[in-house]
């Protein structure tokens, strides 16, 4: 397995890159290659100096970077020679099998809708995130921002797609499916909610356990959570700033604890054809570590296989 | 002023409702006559028991209760002697100013859209509730969920509403109004965000200052916060949650304290004639009390009189 990894990506790149590179070598036995993208004179000298320098581990040189604040597809096409552009060329031509990048989040999710493409049946690909529970366990809210605007088929498609996620790679036998809604009551909610309820009662694919509210978001109601795009982002957005709040203030708490990012690392691109990773631009060397963790997780466990099999017509 | 009070609704009604009367005017110099709506049985002991039965309270005998689970329209039209039905009545026919209870939510909203109906040239009544912010001042949220569906001409208003509810209660000079959505720049969102936008930015009754993230709902970056009611009733929930999870887990901190929405009382029906506030149904004595101060001041301060010259055409 060739795991690629955007070594210029993020706030913090390629320093804390390298250093989660190192991490995973450290507390890891795998086999997977690493193939690097950046500009091979600032990556060298790191790679030497945190001893990462094995024979698996190969260097491209990209030596632009697109950086934070870059409109994606502008950038993508003027800087052919960026670590986001020359890594999702590789991909597309199977020479790594997973994509790993903490930059530009617009840029990442462009590069994977139109170099590799979504899966067959799939109307749009998603990121999700995982949201700690009150119990310890991990729920997944889907969409958090890809797509601000969905129909009910949409959604439908979500619960699918994070359904399997939950399955097979966190873990969850059977997850439950729970429709983020504003009433417990099927009927309730606004006109998107009310079409979906129907198709996640319907489908036979999922364990749809009915709505769910802001309430149940952190508990363990549901291990897999729907809603368009608007609604995850905003829920997702707070979640984050409640950490970051609590932790300002001084207030510490393993449940809280339990909030920090760097946990998870990243979100993969759900429904395109092959592991797409985003990490968050403030990601350090542990974001990094935990996604190299899931890439290879999603090839080990032939994740890809699974959601085109769920999609088959 | 005469200012009635649901004596029957809530989950501890009636005995945490006279508590908080108690409290209201054991700490509170006020000339308000209050009138309350019950069952006269079951409400005149308490008084004499809490010693509130002062010559400027009066009971107004509604043996009905309309439970918290009720359809909201068919209760308030088969219990006609409910308190909720009967002090609608009185404040329809002005023998009241504002009205409060903690009971079905539903048929709180029910009574107050068609009992005593919308000012002139609002579309779409609202409901709102107190954010609190890091920095220990208090935002507005609305609508968080009266109005699950929403067109950008009612954000606009919602805008206004709240806008005045920040500065004549909340006591904010030139309250900054933001736009809940999920990037910063205008232009982003879903389309009814994209459509909102320049609504606001046009309109010289606020103080528009752009788009606000799920991050910025706890910080002070806007007073007034606004959304459709579906976002705006899963942020609610959300807040509230974690407000009871911290403290389920022993979490203690001040910061938090600001969650317990025993703090804040009720949330106004903003857009309706006259001051309607509804309660959380697990009200205690504290929130009741609350609730009263809200409706002295929504009439102390003739809200009802700067919301209807907002909207004169």
Redesign the interface.
């Known amino acids: 397995m060739n795991i690629g990894l955007d070594i210029m990506g993020g706030d913090f790149a390629p320093l804390e890159a390298v250093k989660g590179l190192h991490l995973f070598m450290n507390e890891h036995v795998s086999p997977a290659n690493f193939v690097l993208f950046g500009d091979e004179e600032k990556v060298r000298p790191l790679l030497e100096q945190f001893n990462v320098n094995a024979p698996n581990i190969s260097v491209v040189h990209a030596p632009q970077v697109i950086e934070m604040n870059e409109h994606p597809t502008k950038a993508l096409k003027e800087k052919q020679q960026s670590s986001i552009a020359v890594g999702f060329y590789a991909l597309a031509k199977g020479k790594i099998d997973a994509f790993i990048s903490a930059g530009n989040t617009g840029a990442m999710l462009v590069g994977a809708m139109y170099s590799i493409k979504a899966i067959e049946g799939i109307l749009r690909p998603t990121i999700s995130t995982i949201i700690p529970k ?1 119990d310890g366990t991990a729920g997944l809210l889907l969409d958090v ?1 890809l797509n ?2 969905c129909k009910p088929e949409h959604l439908n498609q979500f619960a699918i797609l994070g359904s399997l996620y939950s399955k097979y790679i966190l873990g969850i036998e059977n997850p439950k499916v729970g429709l ?1 809604n ?1 009433g417990e009551e099927e009927g309730k ?3 998107l ?1 009310q079409g979906t309820y129907p198709l996640l009662k319907e489908n036979n694919q999922i364990n749809f356990v009915g709505n769910i ?7 363990d109601k549901a291990d897999v959570m729907v809603c ?4 995850g ?10 950490y ?3 932790h ?2 001084g ?1 510490r ?1 393993e ?2 604890e339990q909030f920090n990012f760097e946990n998870y690392g990243g979100t993969p691109v759900l429904g395109v054809s092959k592991p797409v990773i985003i990490g968050h631009g403030i990601s350090h060397a542990k974001a990094f570590m935990n996604m190299i963790k899931l890439a290879a997780k999603m090839i080990d466990s032939k994740f890809l296989d699974k959601m085109q099999e769920s999609f088959k017509s």
Not at 228 to 231: A, I, L, R, V
Not at 233 to 241: P, Q, R, Y
């Open positions: 009150q921002g601000a605007d983020v504003i909610g606004n006109i909610a509210e802001g309430r149940d978001i952190f508990i368009e795009g608007f609604t982002n905003v829920i997702l957005k707070m979640a984050e700033s409640f970051e709040i609590t300002q203030k207030i708490h449940y809280l």
